[in-house]
């Protein structure tokens, strides 16, 4: 008895050692150099988790939204979803002949994305939903997965999934140790993300926000489907993110991280809350590891934002001094 | 030390039990009689939480849908939110002058419901834009709230909230500690349901799944608002279920709960998935306790559902013989 009376007691103890360590334990950003940066983060956290005190949040209206494409993961030298976009066209060319005389399919066939971009908005709208629509919720989203196994980056030759930040991975991680809801609100498409945030991210598809096409209930041959039509349904950038965010989650968020102009008015929406929030930019200063680029970049521009940063005192992450490391592998 | 040692060995006993009789203690349904309905429930839950045998689900997929009016709550002699917008043209008509000669507000104004409801969808939808856009997001969840805690259903005289059912209630509370997410999809307006479901039903505002109209980012002397516009964003209602629960959810449920055809295509898609589902309605046959209706009913009409239901196997709750109590308190 009295033997297994003290296994329960080390029982016990190790448990609650095991709890401590949670709380008081090891570094939880060990990528993060001590910097502003880190401190206002793990300031906030301590805050907004400190039971009595004054900036004390429940940790049901613990929610944290997160930019993706320059946030969370890379988006040079263009968005990964267009990388993805190019390469349906390339996998569905044979199917459409008139392709290739017909822009901006031909400039994508002929590897000419000068003159695909040259298109602006209505050549990559054309790109999106000759790529995106047409199929079922399902048959996309293992097309999704499908070419992730497989395709590479043209710079770094790593898979996609594998240039995610791992000091935001590590963020991500530490929020939700601390009883945050972690979400994406992204420009991207919703669908695109959904079938890989979970496993990356650790970001169930319900906590994943990001433009839409529309799409309909079908009953094809007695099963119920549900086709994606090659029409815009949600646009979930710049003030579209707010908006987004409503839609989805219902309450505002107490933490905001971006990286680009499109993410200023849901920093500013989340940051005009009552609770005392955190609103954060990662600032791409790092063109050896990374890239570097802000004010005049076509891709992820960071211009207004900066000079509302500075104003208001939000957190300006410097890629470059403040991350240790970039992306999960030590082989960088 | 001793005594030390056997105060943390009751305290590990305490935990002990309290774990088991979550899992083989009381009736968690006790407002349910003894029936196929609650056997048909309680099946799907063994089935779905037991590892290691062919249904389990893990509980990251373990996501529940209920409608709202009708399935957790009365929604009888009219939509409860069909209530609330005739109360909110009296509250404003004094700002409306014009609305003592325009229908359908005259007919509003005039307690003439005959006449509000012979003006069809589109009258409804003139009410509904006059009373619930025009205002921000925060301001309309005031105004719902206030309502609620004043505004008393006509034949019971109880506040609406009050008129949620108690079985439904213990069914959310027993999936819920089985691992599952609950969500809500119902017609009704997403932002009419939010303020109040996650103190009734215990669902959060992010687990609420509706109709809305579009909203729009704007800066109110600085100070950044949602503001809700006179114009349909989405319609949450038969074909829309599934494709609302897609933009919300990104996943398929496995039990899906409704109470009208408006429910059909939800019950299903969510029946049409690969595990075993549960798919089932509350069909309304209880004149004494609560009402009566289904195949020739106006609201919440129940014709085709309950002829799919007999082909396809799905559960028919029987309000009259199935449920011991109708509403939570006991002065039936």
């Given at each position: 008895m009295k033997q297994f009376i003290h296994t329960i007691f080390i029982a016990c103890l190790v448990l609650v050692l095991a709890a401590c360590d949670q709380t008081?334990?090891?570094?939880?950003?060990?990528?993060?150099?001590?910097s502003p940066s880190k401190l206002a983060i793990t300031r906030f956290v301590d805050a907004v988790t400190s039971?009595?005190?004054?900036h004390y949040v429940p940790p049901a209206e613990r929610i944290a939204v997160f930019d993706n494409?320059?946030?969370?993961?890379s988006e040079q030298p263009m968005y990964f979803q267009l990388a993805f976009a190019l390469d349906r066209v390339k996998a569905l060319a044979s199917k459409h002949p008139e392709w290739k005389s017909t822009q901006p399919f031909k400039a994508v066939l002929e590897d000419d994305l000068k003159t695909v971009l040259a298109g602006g908005e209505h050549a990559l709208l054309e790109l999106v939903m000759a790529t995106h629509a047409g199929n079922t919720t399902e048959e996309f989203s293992r097309i999704v997965k499908d070419w992730l196994a497989t395709a590479k980056h043209?710079?770094?030759?790593?898979?996609?999934?594998?240039?995610?930040y791992q000091p935001m991975l590590e963020l991500l991680a530490y929020l939700r140790s601390n009883g945050f809801k972690t979400y994406i609100v992204s420009g991207g498409g919703i669908e695109f993300m959904r079938p890989w945030t979970e496993k990356v991210?650790?970001?169930?598809?319900?906590q994943v926000i990001g433009s839409s096409i529309k799409t309909e209930f079908e009953m094809r041959n007695g099963v119920p489907v549900l086709v994606r039509l090659p029409?815009?349904?949600f646009i979930d950038d710049k003030a579209g993110k707010p908006v987004g965010i409503n839609q989805h989650i219902g309450r505002r968020p107490i933490a905001a991280f971006g990286n680009s102009d499109g993410d200023l008015q849901m920093l500013q929406w989340v940051c005009a809350g009552s609770v005392k929030p955190l609103c954060l930019f990662v600032h791409h200063t790092d063109a050896n590891r990374e890239w570097a680029y802000d004010r005049?970049?076509?891709?992820g521009r960071l211009d207004k934002g900066l000079d509302e940063a500075k104003t208001r005192g939000w957190t300006v992450v410097d890629m470059k001094d403040d991350w240790k490391s970039i992306y999960p592998t030590t082989n960088q």
């Amino acid at each position: 008895m009295k033997q297994f009376i003290h296994t329960i007691f080390i029982a016990c103890l190790v448990l609650v050692l095991a709890a401590c360590d949670q709380t008081t334990g090891s570094d939880p950003l060990p990528s993060w150099n001590e910097s502003p940066s880190k401190l206002a983060i793990t300031r906030f956290v301590d805050a907004v988790t400190s039971e009595g005190e004054p900036h004390y949040v429940p940790p049901a209206e613990r929610i944290a939204v997160f930019d993706n494409d320059g946030t969370l993961w890379s988006e040079q030298p263009m968005y990964f979803q267009l990388a993805f976009a190019l390469d349906r066209v390339k996998a569905l060319a044979s199917k459409h002949p008139e392709w290739k005389s017909t822009q901006p399919f031909k400039a994508v066939l002929e590897d000419d994305l000068k003159t695909v971009l040259a298109g602006g908005e209505h050549a990559l709208l054309e790109l999106v939903m000759a790529t995106h629509a047409g199929n079922t919720t399902e048959e996309f989203s293992r097309i999704v997965k499908d070419w992730l196994a497989t395709a590479k980056h043209p710079k770094t030759r790593r898979p996609y999934t594998d240039m995610v930040y791992q000091p935001m991975l590590e963020l991500l991680a530490y929020l939700r140790s601390n009883g945050f809801k972690t979400y994406i609100v992204s420009g991207g498409g919703i669908e695109f993300m959904r079938p890989w945030t979970e496993k990356v991210y650790g970001i169930p598809p319900e906590q994943v926000i990001g433009s839409s096409i529309k799409t309909e209930f079908e009953m094809r041959n007695g099963v119920p489907v549900l086709v994606r039509l090659p029409e815009i349904n949600f646009i979930d950038d710049k003030a579209g993110k707010p908006v987004g965010i409503n839609q989805h989650i219902g309450r505002r968020p107490i933490a905001a991280f971006g990286n680009s102009d499109g993410d200023l008015q849901m920093l500013q929406w989340v940051c005009a809350g009552s609770v005392k929030p955190l609103c954060l930019f990662v600032h791409h200063t790092d063109a050896n590891r990374e890239w570097a680029y802000d004010r005049n970049s076509d891709i992820g521009r960071l211009d207004k934002g900066l000079d509302e940063a500075k104003t208001r005192g939000w957190t300006v992450v410097d890629m470059k001094d403040d991350w240790k490391s970039i992306y999960p592998t030590t082989n960088q």
